[in-house]
């Protein structure tokens, strides 16, 4: 019982640091904590002086917990002893709370856990501690075992991924698309090669290609256009009209930004090796634009212990994704296909905008800064980078000035804008890209300035019709030959 009562002790005053050292955006208590940190502040103190008591007076508390345990079943201690460190496991792993990312609270949060369910087992009658041990081990047992025949099942119903799993590249799958949307034709193929990437497989003579990988988002992904009809395989098709030697796969994932895309040249492309990454890029960073601060994704940390157990568990995977979906409301993409878009009026004024877009930023060179990291991060795995600006059918004139920015993936920001201001916002950022590639001699193409602002093109906002593929395709197929070309890394065949 002192153990226990010191182990409740030392996790309560480590849990009383982090919380007594946080600094609370609401700051309404003595200026530093918010009412809810305040309370827990409170709380901690009140049991910290419980178990002060209860380790000077041992013997009587024990007592009293005996008699309570007695009336309880054998198996309640094991089964605490397990359920709540890993509640407190869940709720780590899952960063449900900020202060899960200081070690005082974590650690603090597992002492904590392990309390309840000692304090069970070491109450009860010595006549009955051997068969709580006993109980205890069964119990372990059947976690382990459970644990690791779900990874088996896991492993064996999903495909196997070659890559980090947070990229969900998963090899030969394949769905047929029943799709109801503007300037799309139905029943195409989505489907992955061996990388998980859509497109061909990848040569068996590597070396003796000129290969590339587009990496973007969902408007590279094209998830809803046919293999043959995406723009990544559009532009495969011009450059093999230069050289049959070319091979292009597709590496489009919703949502994602500059800062993820490094992250994916770091632990994917690094092992593919192309010789050019082919990045559009813009839309999906305009979170600072439209939530404030830096635009965070939260998403799970490049390294650390949260990673290592993620790469290395589908069962966490799975939990994982679980949370993303119905704790942070990730959009996702269904089984139908996006909303069909419909202009709303802009029943609101907006607020007046300054002449440089870049001071509605906490950090105006946030999006310069991600492209130089991100093309470091290219030359230093030997990648040549490729940067497109990013289309879209809004733009700034009195039509859309009327209209209500609509896009899906940025609904409940905290004011209305208008379809022109989006468009604002995104030129900015394709304008600091435009910058940032000439400063550091990086080939980029302005293809938000060649694609016309039309439904034609478009089935949504920014998301590409079959035209608009074909369009794109042509125009930055064109572009990469004649780089390629002028670079030396594209022979033209005899």
């Known amino acids: 019982m002192r153990v226990v009562s010191g182990m409740a002790c030392a996790g309560l005053l480590m849990v009383l640091h982090s919380l007594g050292t946080s600094r609370s955006e609401d700051g309404v208590i003595l200026g530093v904590w918010s009412k809810a940190i305040a309370a827990a502040i409170v709380l901690t103190l009140a049991i910290l002086v419980f178990f002060v008591l209860s380790a000077s007076g041992w013997k009587r508390i024990s007592a009293k917990l005996a008699r309570g345990a007695g009336r309880t079943p054998g198996f309640a201690g094991p089964v605490l002893l397990f359920a709540v460190p890993s509640v407190v496991f869940l709720a780590w792993f899952l960063s449900l709370s900020l202060l899960f990312l200081r070690f005082s609270f974590t650690a603090g949060s597992f002492l904590l856990a392990l309390v309840p369910g000692s304090l069970l087992i070491l109450a009860r009658d010595n006549s009955d501690l051997r068969h709580v041990f006993a109980g205890t081990a069964v119990i372990a047992a059947s976690l382990l075992l459970t644990l690791a025949a779900g990874e088996l099942v896991l492993r064996r119903v999903l495909p196997d991924q070659i890559f980090n799993p947070r990229f969900g590249l998963r090899p030969y799958c394949r769905w047929d698309l029943q799709i109801d949307l503007p300037g799309i034709d139905p029943g195409g193929v989505l489907s992955t090669n061996r990388w998980g990437l859509r497109g061909e497989d990848p040569p068996a003579d590597w070396n003796e290609y000129l290969t590339v990988v587009t990496v973007g988002g969902s408007t590279t992904a094209d998830y809803y256009l046919d293999d043959s009809k995406t723009w990544s395989n559009i532009v495969q098709n011009e450059l093999r009209a230069v050289n049959p030697m070319v091979w292009v ?13 490094a992250l994916f040249v770091k632990e994917v492309l690094s092992h593919i090796k ?54 942070d409301g990730v959009q996702v993409i269904n089984t139908v296909s996006d909303p069909p878009f419909r202009p709303e009026p802009l029943t609101t004024a907006e607020m007046p905008l300054p002449d440089d877009l870049h001071d509605l930023l906490t950090d105006p060179d946030f999006y310069r800064d991600r492209i130089i990291r991100l093309i470091a991060q290219c030359r230093e795995q030997g990648i040549t980078p490729v940067f497109l600006t990013q289309p879209l059918l809004y733009e700034d004139n009195s039509h859309w000035r009327t209209l209500r920015e609509s896009a899906a993936f940025f609904q409940g920001t905290e004011r209305p804008i208008s379809a022109a201001t989006f468009a604002l916002m995104l030129g900015t950022l394709n304008s600091d890209l435009l910058d940032v590639c000439r400063e550091q001699g990086v080939a980029v193409y302005d293809l938000a300035s060649n694609v016309p602002h039309s439904e034609i093109y ?22 990469m030959a004649d780089y390629l070309v002028e670079a030396g890394l594209l022979k033209p065949s005899e």
Request: hydrophobic share 40%.
């Open 249 to 261: 796969g597709n590496a489009g994932i919703p949502r994602h930004t500059a800062d993820t895309h």
């Open 274 to 327: 192309p010789d050019v990454a082919l990045f559009l890029v813009g839309v999906n960073d305009m979170g600072p634009f439209l939530r404030g601060g830096d635009g965070g994704e939260g998403r799970l940390e490049d390294s650390g212990p949260r990673s290592w157990l993620f790469s290395r568990s589908m069962i966490l995977q799975q939990i994982y994704k679980i949370k993303k979906v119905y704790i």
């Open 458 to 479: 478009f089935y949504d906002s920014m998301h590409m019709t079959e035209a608009g593929a074909a369009l794109t395709g042509s125009l930055v197929g064109r572009f």
